[in-house]
Nanobody, 123 residues
Framework: QMQLVESGGGLVQAGGSLRLSCAAS????????MAWFRQAPGKEREFVAAISWSGGTTYYADSVKGRFKISRDNAKSTVYLQMNSLKPEDTAVYYCAAGNLRVGPDPNDYTWWGQGTQVTVSS
């Protein structure tokens, strides 16, 4: 039932910033934990960040901790990923995901996935 659409990706220079958005359908957005994953060419999908349904708990991959921030606006049914100090190794397709059980790095905890948005960081 939950449908997710990512936006905000693009091409940025190393050290720059981007803000990704994930718009969710439905009236039960606040019931879901949300997360961002990413997949670079030739790499497996990896966890980036997650946030609880209440917004009170966040969880970040070590590789992005201190640079990225996940947030959500339940009134707008939207989750965000603010990405600062971007590095070329951040280049990937970024996917938004929603789950109704846990908040964390395991993709199996997430039922609904967006189509992804491309982030490319040049050096």
């Amino acid at each position: 039932q939950m449908q997710l659409v990512e936006s905000g990706g693009g091409l940025v220079q190393a050290g720059g910033s981007l803000r990704l958005s994930c718009a969710a359908s439905g009236r039960t957005f606040s019931s879901y934990a949300m997360a961002w994953f990413r997949q670079a060419p030739g790499k497996e999908r990896e966890f980036v960040a997650a946030i609880s349904w209440s917004g009170g708990t966040t969880y970040y991959a070590d590789s992005v901790k201190g640079r990225f921030k996940i947030s959500r606006d339940n009134a707008k049914s939207t989750v965000y990923l603010q990405m600062n100090s971007l590095k070329p190794e951040d280049t990937a397709v970024y996917y938004c995901a929603a789950g109704n059980l846990r908040v964390g790095p395991d993709p199996n905890d997430y039922t609904w996935w967006g189509q992804g948005t491309q982030v490319t960081v040049s050096s």
